[in-house]
């Protein structure tokens, strides 16, 4: 009879701590690590991995898999980057606590903030639902390749608690702000992370709506802070507006100090313009050292947005000429696009028809718009973007996006690093990346289904700034720590994230020298056949949950181990 239920053999264990490696088995029992350490006792499963890489399995403190978990078992594409617990819930956008008649008004703000489209989530969801309680409740019942955990989202919140003020962004009245504080307590209880919500001027609903927690005041955020306080638990998740002027983590320090629990925001670089990260990290280390805990979350490589014609977003998709074929089938519309009398028209057109659409404009930034290459390259000079090669070939940048744009049989895919490549570079990121109050996000898995597809930053980071970056590189047990067991302690889940007896058997087992990110591909496969880009990987030998093998070689097993988490889980008690 064997002493284990799995051994993970002969392998270098980078246990989450952040100390060196060591060469050691790692076994595996109930669910838990059972024993670390050489010639371990058999194992009735036993996976060889000698020359590779023993880690935990990666926290994602920043999905949006509200709605995926309710009709999705495996949560793509974070799965496939040694993700083994994902947090939803993040920018106050979700579906519970909502009634009835307020679903489409959840399912337009998600539309438009995360870009999951209205087709999908009103075939997807089955708003078997009303309360957040109740959704925690349906979720409780479900099987997953992964853990989960969700924030209660402050925009639904706020229209449950207020109708049609709330969505209208109207000031909260003191009973208004009383009863969210009673639901946000009955949601902690019930096994909420904590609180998500936005005060960006960048999260909009379909039709352009902001959000409704824009113009939320200070007041109703320092009252539902407090309520973390009373509760003695969760966390408050905030996208604020910090990079504009007379901004600052003022507010961010006063919400942590009321609510006495962790804070964490959402924080990068401009391509251009004043560069406020070095502040924004010095008001970080101050609060953190006053015992104040604010964590800023950064995207380990620019935020990129990827455009093309079978894609939500191109260079070109405000034009008139443009719109005229926007809904023909695809081979039908690049035929169109590539007439040559089309072609002068929407290159004569106006850029951005309305001046109040700013991904108009951005859509058309050439200066950090890159083919991405196989294998993608997500960090080019500018002479290999796109206004560095139009330079070369004496044409317009326009004109060379448009070409490639309608090459081959489905068009090229082109790669826009709209944020986190000041200077051309990573160079920045990276700076904030190595900063110890700060932690790896931003992927925003199951979001911007068709215009984004950054939930790959794990593997990303390991390779990049790990392996291959030529300077600058940072450790791989600090990256590893970043990943796993900062993100865990972050979110109060004090029993993963550390490849140590007792702790939750959530483990990789990578071939590092083989790790690598395929091109995204386009795929349909959301409900009702909708659309969404998904980014494979290479090297992944195995990722396990709970003990169980959910993917070997990058297939899946068919095994289910993830459930929900309710709430934070406690460090286990070890001997």
């Keep these: 009879m064997s002493d284990y239920d799995l051994v993970i053999r002969g392998g270098t264990v980078v246990d989450g701590s952040g100390g060196e490696p060591r060469a050691m088995d790692v076994a595996v029992k109930e669910g838990v690590i059972a024993a670390l350490g050489r010639n371990l006792a058999a194992g009735r499963e036993e996976i060889d991995a000698r020359g590779l890489l023993v880690t935990p399995g990666f926290v994602d403190v920043h999905t949006h898999y509200d709605g995926h978990v309710t009709w999705e078992n495996r949560l793509q594409p974070s799965s496939s980057h040694g993700v083994t617990t994902a947090i939803m819930g993040n920018c106050g956008v979700g579906f519970a606590p909502c009634r009835p008649q307020d679903h489409d008004t959840l399912i337009r703000l998600m539309d438009g903030v995360e870009d999951i489209p209205f087709p999908v989530l009103a075939e997807g969801l089955p708003w078997t639902w ?11 019942n479900r099987c997953y390749d992964m853990d989960v955990g969700g924030y209660l989202p402050h925009a639904a919140l706020r229209v449950y608690v207020m109708g049609e003020r709330g969505a209208r962004r109207e000031p909260a009245t003191a009973g208004d702000i009383e009863r969210m504080c009673e639901l946000l307590e009955e949601a902690l209880e019930a096994g909420a992370m904590g609180i998500g919500t936005s005060r960006t001027l960048f999260h909009r609903a379909s039709d352009g709506t902001p959000i409704p927690t824009l113009d939320a005041t200070n007041e109703e955020l320092l009252a539902l802070a407090r309520t973390l306080r009373k509760a003695g638990k969760g966390v408050f998740q905030i996208v604020e507006d910090v990079h504009l002027p007379g901004k600052d983590v003022s507010v961010l320090r006063q919400l942590a100090e009321a609510s006495g629990r962790p804070l964490t925001f959402s924080m990068g670089t401009g391509n251009s313009g004043p560069q ?9 280390e101050e609060a953190n050292a006053a015992g104040v805990t604010i964590k800023g979350q950064v995207m380990p490589r620019a935020i990129g947005m990827m455009l093309g014609v079978e894609l939500t977003l191109n260079p070109f998709y405000t034009t008139e000429g443009y719109r005229e074929v926007a809904d023909l089938p695809l081979a039908e519309r690049l035929a169109e696009l590539r007439d040559p009398a089309r072609r002068a028209r929407i290159l004569a057109e106006p850029t951005d028809p309305d001046p109040a659409l700013v991904l108009g404009r951005m859509v058309r930034d050439f200066d950090y718009m890159f083919l991405l290459g196989d294998p993608p390259d997500y960090e080019q000079p500018w002479e290999q973007s796109i206004a560095g090669r139009a330079q070369a070939q004496g044409i317009s940048a326009a004109e060379l996006a448009y070409d490639l744009m309608v090459e081959g049989e489905r068009g090229a895919v082109l790669y826009l ?10 160079d920045a990121a990276g700076e904030i990346l ?3 109050d700060v932690l790896p996000g931003l992927g925003d898995g199951g979001a911007h289904s068709s215009t984004i597809c950054d939930g790959s930053y794990s593997t990303f980071a390991l390779t990049h700034w790990g392996r291959d970056r030529p300077a600058g590189r940072i450790p791989v047990p600090e990256l590893v720590h970043r990943l796993s067991r900062a993100t865990a302690l972050t979110m109060g889940l004090e029993d993963r994230g550390l490849l140590a007896p007792g702790y939750k058997a959530d483990i990789n087992v990578i071939d590092f020298e083989r790790l690598a990110l395929h091109v995204p591909e386009i795929t349909y496969d959301l409900p009702g056949g909708g659309r969404r880009l998904v980014q494979r990987a290479e090297g992944y030998v195995a990722t396990l949950v709970n003990g169980v093998p959910v993917y070997r070689n990058g297939q899946a097993t068919g095994a289910l181990p993830g459930h929900l988490i309710r709430g934070q889980q406690g460090a286990p008690q070890t001997v």
């Design 130 to 140: 009303e309360s957040f309680p109740e959704y925690l409740e349906v979720l409780a």
């Design 276 to 284: 406020i990260w070095p502040q924004l990290l010095r008001g970080l």
């Design 417 to 426: 690093a709209m944020a986190n490549y000041a200077d051309g570079s990573l």
């Design 434 to 436: 190595r900063h110890p």
